[in-house]
T-cell receptor, first 112, second 112 residues
Framework: QKEVEQNSGPLSVPEGAIASLNCTYSDRGSQSFFWYRQYSGKSPELIMFIYSNGDKEDGRFTAQLNKASQYVSLLIRDSQPSDSATYLCAVTLSGSARQLTFGSGTQLTVLP | KAGVTQTPRYLIKTRGQQVTLSCSPISGHRSVSWYQQTPGQGLQFLFEYFSETQRNKGNFPGRFSGRQFSNSRSEMNVSTLELGDSALYLC???????????FGPGTRLLVL
């Protein structure tokens, strides 16, 4: 079992819709969770981080964390074509602070 | 603040050679982490330096090494290059007291 798993996609949504990206992790002791966006040929860009159970909102982005289910998600409201990218979920595993373990990423395409 | 800078941006080497990559973190950040990104393995953690000391190390062979200078700039060295070392090498900067990491543009290494 991979430590951090994401659906590789591709995920396609129409412009203006809500895109939902999911991530599960195997280490129950994980404490910190991050979402990065990576455009083709570019480096990852931090979108959000979340440490506590529940929702965290930042503009059109909402991160949701459920530690009991070992599940973290990212919702993108009012999706735009410029949101088309690969979204990477990253987790700091217990005993490995400051070492990010990444999922394989979900490729999102927002259709005009 | 200026972001993370990495040099060179592109590099072509042949098998058996060695290579040194450089990273300058965001001003005031004391932690520098290095990651390797390949299509097959995704983003994998190499090592992390804080105040000139290696704090964490990933599961890579000893051919991969690094160091950090007193001004927080970091270098990564790969000796005896193999074809499989072709990858995007990413440096990430963090204040050091928290886990949020910000990536540089990366160095794309091609080994022929």
């Amino acid at each position: 079992q991979k430590e951090v798993e994401q659906n590789s996609g591709p995920l396609s949504v129409p412009e203006g819709a809500i895109a939902s990206l999911n991530c599960t992790y195997s280490d129950r002791g994980s404490q910190s969770f991050f979402w990065y966006r990576q455009y083709s040929g570019k480096s990852p860009e931090l979108i959000m981080f979340i440490y506590s159970n529940g929702d965290k909102e930042d503009g059109r982005f909402t991160a949701q964390l459920n530690k009991a289910s070992q599940y973290v998600s990212l919702l993108i409201r009012d999706s735009q074509p410029s949101d088309s990218a690969t979204y990477l979920c990253a987790v700091t595993l217990s005993g490995s602070a400051r070492q990010l373990t990444f999922g394989s990423g979900t490729q999102l395409t927002v259709l005009p | 603040k200026a972001g993370v800078t990495q040099t060179p941006r592109y590099l072509i080497k042949t098998r058996g050679q060695q290579v040194t990559l450089s990273c300058s973190p965001i001003s005031g950040h004391r932690s520098v982490s290095w990651y390797q990104q390949t299509p097959g393995q995704g983003l994998q953690f190499l090592f992390e330096y804080f105040s000139e000391t290696q704090r964490n190390k990933g599961n890579f062979p000893g051919r991969f090494s690094g160091r950090q200078f007193s001004n927080s700039r970091s270098e990564m060295n790969v000796s005896t290059l193999e074809l499989g070392d072709s990858a995007l090498y990413l440096c990430a900067s963090s204040p050091g007291t928290e886990e949020t990491q910000y990536f540089g543009p990366g160095t794309r290494l091609l080994v022929l």
